[in-house]
């Protein structure tokens, strides 16, 4: 008898053990949930992949709840860029953390001061101050042997090479998805990288960026000296010039935590 009491008082104590669990988790799950967060997320691709590569950390955003927008850039001049890119803003319905890579850090460095953005994330992204523009900092530092320098056709414009693209710009992806890529980039008109920046946002909005480690399209410490020069957040992530590809958890928890922290103030 004092046995079957024994035991019976043990799954008493092993039911509530689990009950008092179930309780814990959910009141953390509904907590994490109920975050507070912007929901507006509006992405910028680059110069030389096109809005389609954002597919891994759109899927990743909109599971949790984030809105989640493409822009597909002209490419032809950054005023048009900038012009698609607000296009964009315009439609969203509260405050936006507007995301761009590569290229698309000029383009939000200008767009970014539309009165819906809440906050910018550049991804291994260019990051121009006022009067200044693209080219100036990517020659402050000798180009990655696997990139070399991009020279504009007799058209003006500028083709990443087909003999370089996989090693200079995604070289942690398996190389038909980049064959890929290099036939659906865009026809970037190179004056884009003269144009200098009229009012850099990053000047009066909350910035992060992220540097890709493995980077041989932007070297890194061109990503570092610009985003410590503008006391943008850093985090460093390994990966390639395309990392948002190859890391989208990693560079999505970044937009997370730029959405929570512009919500909380």
């Known amino acids: 008898m004092k046995t079957i009491a024994l035991k019976e008082q043990l799954n008493r104590y092993f039911m509530f053990a689990v009950l008092l669990f179930s309780f814990l988790f959910s009141t953390a799950t509904a907590t994490a949930q109920t975050a507070p967060f912007v929901k507006n997320v509006v992405l910028v691709h680059g110069a ?4 389609s590569g954002y597919r891994g950390l759109y899927d990743i955003l909109t599971k949790k709840g984030y809105n989640v927008t493409v822009v ?38 200008e767009a970014g001061n539309h009165p819906k953005v809440a906050a910018l994330v550049y991804i ?19 180009p990655a042997p696997e990139n070399g ?7 003006g ?23 890929f890529m290099f036939a659906s980039q865009g026809a970037f008109v190179a004056q884009g990288f003269g144009t200098p920046i009229t009012k850099a946002a990053w000047r ?7 540097v890709a480690t493995e ?51």
Request: glycine residues 6%.
């Open 48 to 51: 030389f992949a096109d809005g």
């Open 72 to 109: 597909q850039n002209p490419l032809s001049s950054l005023a048009d860029d900038v012009r698609v890119t607000n296009l964009a803003l315009d439609k969203q319905d509260g405050p936006t953390i507007l995301v761009g890579h590569s290229w698309g850090g000029t383009v939000i460095t």
């Open 124 to 142: 291994a992204a260019l990051q121009p101050d006022n009067g200044e523009n693209s080219v100036q900092w990517l020659q402050t530092a000798p």
């Open 149 to 155: 320098v991009l020279t504009p056709d007799d058209k």
């Open 157 to 179: 414009i500028v083709y990443y090479d087909k003999a370089k693209f996989h090693a200079g710009f995604a070289g942690d992806l398996p190389k038909e998805q980049t064959d």
């Open 204 to 210: 009066d909005k909350p910035s992060y960026g992220i």
């Open 215 to 265: 980077d041989k399209s932007i070297e890194p410490s061109i990503e570092r000296a610009m985003y410590k020069r503008s006391n943008t957040k850093i985090t460093e992530i390994k990966g390639s010039h395309v990392v948002f590809i190859s890391q989208p958890k990693a560079v999505a928890a970044v937009i997370i935590k730029a959405s929570q922290d512009v919500a909380k103030k």
